[in-house]
């Protein structure tokens, strides 16, 4: 699982910041591209994003939350699967929210992996500026240069089973850093 990490420091405290990246209300304000959110069950929901003129229904389970610090989630679409990782955490100017976003891309997929890297990772900046502003004022930039890589130590990451977004299964850690100043890299 290939996975992007961005960060960004909100106007907010934890405890205020925290209900933003939990609370399906709050969602709609910071995640302009989610159209509906249909609850399935106990922490399990079936959202529906839109993107390029296509909707999409996603397969998001909560795996984990630990409040006002941590929510994890399991996403899936059609073969890809993916994990994604909100925290919030004291800074000395409101909270720092940091998203990361890890994906596995089905075979079906692999030469379309870079190209969805890049996009996921430009609508991860625009939400957490979005999530910035919605929070106070607006936030000169989304810190996050470089991909975490490979989750080969998660021990909850869930093993490969198609094209890893943006890299080759045996390209190592060092082929994962990269750049936004790089375009070949995600």
Do not use: N, Y
Not at 71 to 80: H, P, Q, S
Request: aromatic share 4%; hydrophobic share 40%.
């Amino acid at each position: 699982m290939r996975w992007i990490e961005l960060e960004i420091v909100v106007p907010a405290p934890p405890e205020e910041a925290f209900p933003w990246v939990v609370e399906p209300g709050l969602l709609r304000e910071w995640l302009p591209q989610l159209d509906e959110l249909r609850p399935r069950g106990f922490l399990h929901h079936r959202p529906v994003v839109r993107h390029a003129g296509l909707r999409l229904a996603l397969d998001v389970g909560v795996t984990r939350v630990v409040v006002p610090e941590l929510v994890e989630l399991d996403v899936g679409w059609r073969g890809a699967v993916g994990r994604s990782v909100l925290e919030v955490e004291p800074h000395e100017d409101g909270s720092t929210v940091t998203w990361r976003v890890g994906l596995t891309l089905p075979a079906t997929l692999r030469l379309a992996g870079p190209g969805v890297a890049r996009e996921l990772r430009r609508i991860m900046r625009r939400d957490l500026e979005l999530l910035a502003e919605r929070l106070g004022e607006p936030h000169p930039s989304v810190d996050g240069d470089a991909d975490l890589g490979r989750a080969d130590e998660d021990p909850g990451a869930q093993p490969p089973t198609g094209a890893q977004v943006g890299a080759d299964d045996d390209a190592g850690p060092a082929a994962a850093a990269g750049s936004l100043a790089d375009p070949g890299r995600v």
